[in-house]
């Protein structure tokens, strides 16, 4: 069954740590993104990578960080950095960058 | 990436067919058009991608005009589980970065 799987489903982040957010997708795609939504928003591009080894920043980079050693898995970490984690994170991937991107199903990340 | 307007919501009942249109007059000559849907807490689901006249899946039908400054998406019959919020997407073609406005919130009554 091809797809993208994120996990966990919800997470919960305390003061001051750092949690890395899942992205695996089993479709062959070369590319593969990082957003968040914010409620009732649409969605906000983090880090985008065309290609094993390499990534780059989107539109509010700042206090995340990401790597793509695989060409399945692209984890998202939300560092101490980021003062307002809370929100909904999608991991989507392409075949190739501008193509059509197809989502995962969403994390949601909560600050204690 | 192409600006686009579309409402903010629509209602609807069960069986009745719903029409979308999106506005998008500085569309570029190689932009294409793309529709998603989503449910609350869910990632966004494609649903149908076009570049001119009309397409059509298992879905929906997207109709778009020759000068392709509008589009229409199309949901046939629709039931209570096609309560979602709709985005119109312009641009894929030479634009990685997705840029989803606030969508349109369609509700299925019974």
């Known amino acids: 069954d091809g797809g993208i799987t994120q996990s966990p489903k919800y997470l919960f982040r305390k003061e001051g740590q750092n949690v890395t957010l899942s992205c695996e997708q089993n479709l062959n795609h070369d590319a593969m993104y990082w957003y968040r939504q914010d409620p009732g928003q649409g969605l906000r591009l983090i880090y985008y990578s065309q290609i094993v080894n390499d990534f780059q920043k989107g539109d509010i980079a700042e206090g995340y960080s990401v790597s793509r050693e695989k060409k399945e898995s692209f984890p998202l970490t939300v560092t101490s950095a980021q003062k307002n984690p809370t929100a909904f994170y999608l991991c989507a991937s392409s075949r190739v960058v501008r193509e059509t991107q197809y989502f995962g199903p969403g994390t949601r990340l909560l600050v204690l | 990436l192409a600006k686009t307007t579309q409402p903010i919501s629509m209602d609807s009942y069960e069986g009745q067919e719903v029409n979308i249109t999106c506005s998008h007059n500085n569309i570029a000559t190689n932009d294409y058009i793309t529709w998603y849907q989503q449910f609350p807490s869910q990632g966004p689901r494609f649903i149908i991608q076009?570049?001119?006249t009309k397409v059509t899946n298992e879905v929906a039908s997207l109709f778009i005009p020759a000068d392709r400054k509008s589009s229409t998406l199309s949901l046939p019959r629709v039931s209570l589980s096609d309560t979602a919020v709709y985005y119109c997407l312009v641009g894929l073609s030479n634009d990685y970065k997705l840029s989803f406005g606030a969508g349109t919130t369609v509700t299925v009554r019974a």
């Open positions: 076009g570049y001119k």
